[in-house]
């Protein structure tokens, strides 16, 4: 099954109020927020201007320990990102880029992971969703 690379939806919601709705989203599906990293700052910090653009890093401790304990390198798929920018026209742009299910269960094989991982991306386009 083919399914786009991106998940990206747009919000014309302010990005504050944007940001508090996902933050609020997060927790309402089960997920913590483990950093929001401002782009932004980093980039002025380099003299180098830029409309605001956030990497939100998420975790589901529960999905987070299955997967751990079904093979230890999928610590290297966490944590999960969102990511959310303002466009050039002011809308907010949020996004995240999904995992190939199919790829996975050939690097995991009898490890019955694609499930968690089709479960993981449905719970961020549900906490996306929510959030716009």
Do not use: W
């Not at 927790?27 to 180098?48: A, L, P, R």
């Not at 610590?75 to 996975?104: A, H, W």
């Amino acid at each position: 099954m083919k399914t786009e690379a991106f998940f990206i939806q747009e919000s014309r919601k302010s990005y504050k109020t944007f940001m508090d709705d996902l933050k609020k989203s997060v927790e309402n599906n089960g997920f913590s927020i483990i950093s929001v990293i401002d782009m932004q700052k980093k980039f002025n910090s380099i003299g180098k201007e830029s409309k605001p653009i956030d990497i939100v890093q998420l975790c589901n401790p529960h999905m987070s320990h299955h997967a751990i304990s079904v093979d230890k390198r999928m610590v290297c798929l966490m944590p999960k990102d969102i990511n959310v920018y303002q466009d050039e026209d002011g809308s907010i742009k949020v996004l995240f880029m999904r995992t190939d299910v199919e790829r996975l269960d050939q690097i995991f094989p009898g490890q019955n992971i694609k499930e968690l991982s089709e479960k993981v991306s449905k719970t961020l386009e549900n906490i996306i969703l929510q959030a716009i």
